[in-house]
């Protein structure tokens, strides 16, 4: 990772400490961004319940669930991302570096979308038509885009990275310095991507799906569906 990369990333993740700033100040928005993302998380399970009982990629759909789709706190794993960055290079390969560097990309973008979108909702009680509404309030059609994108490049990296048969041991014996470095939670999440896509073998169909069925949905609710 280049610095004038770096530095962007920085900045992207600073982004996402002024809106959780901003929410913090603003109860009522901070509850409508955490509905929001429970109901982005029941959205994604229903649209992929045939993936979530397929066992092949019932793994993959929960990693993306709670990894992408979640409406858990990822302060720890930002506040990781934001430490690391400057020295990512020193302790991770330089393919992990990249899938880093692209979840944390998607994850400041999500942040920065579900918050504009809570922004135009009414309450925490959200009804698909209220979903709709703001979803065209929020517009941003280029970085709805830019999210699948995104997702469908951590997936590809976390696919890349199970074709390096040595990665995974690298990885495991990572655990130690990761731990005391404080980045355990960074750690935990690429052993379990690893895992998970490795279970998988070959996540070319899988990504696929999510694209498809994404892009589809998007496009439906730009136009008034």
């Known amino acids: 990772m280049d610095e004038l990369s770096a530095e962007s990333l920085l900045k992207e993740l600073r982004a996402v400490d002024a809106e959780r700033a901003r929410?913090?100040?603003?109860?009522?928005l901070d509850a409508r961004v955490q509905a929001l993302k429970a109901y982005q998380q029941r959205r994604f399970a229903d649209t992929y319940a045939d993936l979530l009982a397929h066992p092949r990629y019932?793994?993959?759909?929960?990693?993306?669930?709670?990894?992408?789709?979640?409406?858990?706190?990822y302060r720890q794993r930002d506040a990781q991302f934001a430490r690391v960055i400057p020295t990512l290079t020193r302790l991770f390969p330089d393919e992990v570096v990249d899938t880093v560097a692209r979840l944390a990309r998607l994850h400041a973008l999500s942040e920065h979308l579900d918050t504009?979108?809570?922004?135009?909702?009414?309450?925490?009680?959200?009804?698909p038509a209220e979903y709709a509404i703001a979803w065209r309030a929020c517009g941003e059609p280029a970085s709805r885009q830019r999210q699948i994108d995104l997702t469908m490049a951590v997936g590809q990296s976390l696919d890349r990275l199970t074709a390096k048969p040595l990665l995974r041991q690298t990885l495991r014996l990572m655990r130690g310095p990761a731990q005391v470095a404080g980045l355990g939670t960074l750690q935990a999440f690429l052993e379990s991507g690893f895992d998970t896509f490795r279970a998988m073998r070959g996540a070319g169909e899988f990504l696929a799906t999510v694209r498809q069925r994404e892009e589809a949905l998007a496009r439906t609710l730009f136009n008034g569906g």
Do not use: Q, V, W
């Open 116 to 127: 504009r979108m809570a922004d135009h909702l009414l309450s925490p009680d959200i009804t």
């Open 23 to 28: 929410r913090a100040a603003d109860p009522e």
């Open 58 to 73: 019932e793994a993959a759909t929960r990693f993306f669930l709670h990894e992408l789709y979640g409406p858990d706190d």
